[in-house]
Every structure is written in C-alpha cells, then in structure tokens.
C-alpha cells in the first residue's frame, strides 16, 4: 500500500468526494492510504508542501495562479470542485437579486481563508457591466468574525458557504439572495497541486488517488453515496445539524460541483482573468501553465 499526504485549506463539505472516497474504501481499492490534515491558518499548506510533511496542498486555483511565474514552482494535479458553492445573505432582501443591486451596500467578503469569495464576486460584479466601486466590501477578517460583527449589525448583507448561510438563515439573520451556483457560471475552484520539482515522483499515486476522486464524485452524484455520506458528516461535523448538512451537499451536488475532477479550459482562463483584473497576478496564466509538469509527464 502507497501513502499519499493532502495538506487543506480547511475541512469543508466542499471537499465531500475526498472524504466519500476514503471513508467508501475507493482509495484503498487503487493501493493507496492517503492521510489528511486541514491547516489553520490556511496557509499552513504550503509549509507543509514544501517541507515534505505533505505530498499534496488542497486549496483554491488561486493560489497557484499567484505564485506562477515566481521561483515557487507550483503544479495542479486535479480539481476538486467544479463550481464556487458560495451565497449571498441579505438583512433585508426577499427575494433574488441581481449583482447591481449591491450598489449603495455594505458587503461583508469573509477572506481569512483565502480571496475567492471577494475576488470571485468581484469579478461577476465586473463581467456584468457594472461598477464593484459602488460597493463597499468588508474583507480580509474570517467567517467567524464576520457573522458575528453582521448579526451585531454591521453591513447589508454578507457573502457565505452554503452551510454558514444556511445557518445564519435559520437563526433569522436574513435570505439568500445570490447563488454562485446557479449565476456565476463553472469556475474550478478547489484543487490539488505540488511542488512541480515532486510531480514525477508523485505520478503513479496522484493518477490513482485522482481516480478514486472521480469515482467518489461518481458515487455522489448519482445517489448511490447515501451511508458514506451520513457516516462523514456525523464524524467531522457531530455539532451541526445533520438534515441541514444533507441540504447543502445535495445543492453542491446538483449545482454541478462534483461534475468532474479534470478542469475545465475556458473556465480556468476566465477566472485567470478575474484575478489578473483583481491586481493578484502579475499576467493571465494559461492552464498548460498550471498544469504542465504533470500533464507532460502523463503525456
């Protein structure tokens, strides 16, 4: 049996097909244990990369999109989430609104985990014609931090994973307005990358550990992933409500997030853009860029 180490971003029902596919035994079938910590702060993943207590990080494209070009030389190796399952919660709006509607507002972008929920809506703000200047963001504090300061009453409304909302929603904190999965397009928002220095070593594990990632979101997506699925959200998130957890990865699933392991061109180079008109690049990376090592060497 092979070991594979992932260093994460977080433990997030965002990343529901790697752990399906650990607790369903998918990577034990293809001779692989793979072992997973999520860092606190975040960026704990790249230490962990770097020193070799981690094979590979599991976190936004941004980041290696950040550092192309640079002497950290970073390769993605798959994706984890095909789409962005993030929300906007209004204190006072009902029903829908449409991005322009937030002109005038304070907009909380909890960002102590990363810039995608900033960046991400920024962007669709910026793709729709309209000005992200007239809108007042909030940023760079975390989740935590924010839901507490908004249900304090600061802001109009607050950008939010599926579950924090859902929360948030129930506790009378308002209603979802905006949802990335239904108008903010594909965008590959969680993958795995290495060190490009480590990919060739790493090949042969990463091949099988992608595999039985695809065949986790397989498992998912078509429902047959129900006694898995209780059996992870019981162990990593005993406090929560279970029945609201279910919610939001039914939506994730149906949303299209686990859709596919491989990421997509079109996508990439939009949200490549997205940052590189946010200031966090300094050019548009191609995905052959992102992805070269690893696609050579399994050319």
Known sequence: MDTLKISATANGLNYLPEYVADQGGLFAERGLNVTATACDPWTGVLDDIESGAADLALGGL?????????????????????????TIVSRTETAPITLDQLAG?????????????????????????????????????STAMLIELY????????????VS???????????????????????????????????????????????????????ITSHDA??????????????????????AADEMAAGGVWDSAVVDRDASDRWMRILFDGGLTTHVPTLDELVGAYSAVNA
């Not at 960002?111 to 760079?140: C, H, M, N, Q, W």
């Not at 802001?155 to 599926?162: K, P, R, Y």
């Not at 929360?167 to 990335?180: D, K, P, Q, S, W």
């Open 226 to 247: 129900d006694v898995e699925i209780e059996a992870v959200l019981a162990a990593r998130w005993p406090d929560k409500d279970q029945a609201l957890l279910r919610r």
């Open 151 to 162: 249900q304090s009453g600061l802001g109009d409304a607050i950008i939010l994973d599926l």
């Open 62 to 86: 941004w980041v290696p999109a950040m550092y192309a070009g640079t002497s950290r030389k970073l390769s993605v190796v798959g994706q984890l989430n095909r789409m962005f399952p993030m």
């Open 105 to 141: 507002k304070v907009v909380l972008a909890p960002g102590a985990g990363g810039s995608a929920p900033y960046e991400f809506t920024a962007g669709l703000i910026r793709e729709a014609g309209f000005d992200v200047s007239k809108t007042r963001f909030v940023r760079d504090l």
């Open 165 to 219: 909302a859902e929360e948030l929603v129930a506790a009378g904190g308002g209603t979802i307005v905006f949802r990335h999965l239904q108008s903010g397009g594909v965008m590959p928002n969680s993958v795995y990358y290495c060190l490009t220095e480590r990919v060739e070593e790493l090949s042969d594990r990463i091949d099988r550990f992608m595999d039985g990632i695809a065949a986790g979101m397989t498992k």
